[in-house]
Antibody
Framework: QVQLVESGGGVVQPGRSLRLSCAAS????????MHWVRQAPGKGLQWVAV????????YYADSVKGRFTISRDKFKNTLYLQMNSLRAEDTAVYYC???????????????WGQGTLVTVSS | DIVMTQSPDSLAVSLGERATINCKSS????????????LGWYQQKPGQPPKLLIY???TRESGVPDRFSGSGTGTDFTLTISSLQAEDVAVYYC??????????FGQGTKVEIK
């Protein structure tokens, strides 16, 4: 079955960096676009970034553009999110999510990991 | 960006009764070439990640109970739980995937037991 397992969260000071990982299994990782979505404490869902199935295209939310970088390793079946210049407002649970098949469900998010908490605080 | 607005923000429904959640988009989500609405619904139970319930506005994901149904077209959509069960207590989100990036969500609707 599809499994997505995030790691790398923790407490970090403002201005510092953190790298999140998402280990994927149970499907052919290189066939799917992958996303990061975050949820601030007690708040709703915010899409953060997407990377195409082959890594050819990457897009970011305006709030993280220029600070966050999404990447993937097809050999390790792992998705990454490099987060630089972190701010207090980046505090959230970060989920990785698989992009749906365009023909079947359309490009929404069909599977989600359990999430990893990032807290930006001095 | 397409703005998604849900109503109400929360609702309390008795067990076995109907729950209705509305979602409005700032522009049409209906793609004329395939007649599909690019709208999904997610359920997020406390302490858990979101789970896909419905795609194409009205197609239930595999394994989702048939008491969940989605309807609507264009800019107005509805998620209905026909007979609320205790395990349906959750926050429900609509999401558009018509114009991406960005993918945008409604603010969420919290469903509780009355």
């Amino acid at each position: 079955q599809v499994q997505l397992v995030e790691s790398g969260g923790g407490v970090v000071q403002p201005g510092r960096s953190l790298r999140l990982s998402c280990a994927a299994s149970g499907f052919t990782f290189s066939n799917y676009g992958m996303h990061w979505v975050r949820q601030a404490p007690g708040k709703g869902l915010q899409w953060v970034a997407v990377i195409w199935y082959d890594g050819s295209n990457k897009y970011y939310a305006d709030s993280v553009k220029g600070r966050f970088t999404i990447s993937r390793d097809k050999f390790k079946n792992t998705l990454y999110l490099q987060m630089n210049s972190l701010r207090a407002e980046d505090t959230a649970v970060y989920y990785c999510a698989r992009g749906g098949e365009p023909i079947l469900t359309g490009p929404l998010f069909d599977y989600w990991g359990q999430g990893t908490l990032v807290t930006v605080s001095s | 960006d397409i703005v998604m607005t849900q109503s109400p923000d929360s609702l309390a429904v008795s067990l076995g009764e109907r729950a209705t959640i509305n979602c409005k988009s700032s522009q049409s989500l209906l793609y004329s070439s395939n007649n599909k609405n690019y709208l999904g619904w997610y359920q997020q139970k406390p302490g858990q990640p979101p789970k896909l319930l419905i795609y194409w506005a009205s197609t239930r994901e595999s394994g989702v109970p048939d008491r969940f149904s989605g309807s609507g077209t264009g800019t107005d959509f509805t998620l209905t739980i026909s007979s609320l069960q205790a395990e349906d207590v959750a926050v429900y989100y609509c999401q558009q995937y018509y114009t991406t990036p960005p993918w945008t969500f409604g603010q969420g609707t919290k469903v509780e037991i009355k």
